[in-house]
């Protein structure tokens, strides 16, 4: 059984505690995302993953942004992502 996450607790997804614990874009490098590259965010949630992606894969990449949950996809989408997050 799969559980969702509570919308009202989007503030813990971008908490400074879990930028710390793991920060995204030295992870997104460390798995070898490069410029150009297509990225797919699987359970993207506020763009913890899928923003900085965008910012090294670049408008000749592309980012995929999926959540079973269409507000959470709002609390991404409110930031204004570049184009090639979709």
Known sequence: ????FDPAEVGRLESRERHRAMPPAK??????????MTFAD?????????????????PSGRVLSL??????????????????VE
Do not use: C, N, Q, Y
């Open 27 to 36: 992870i997104l490098r460390k798995i070898g995302l490069k410029r150009g």
């Open 42 to 58: 699987v359970g993207a949630g506020t763009g913890f993953f899928s923003l900085p992606a965008s910012r090294i894969v670049g």
């Open 1 to 4: 059984m799969s559980k969702k």
């Open 67 to 84: 959540d079973v949950s269409e507000e959470m996809l709002e609390h991404l989408r409110a930031k204004a992502p570049p184009a090639w």
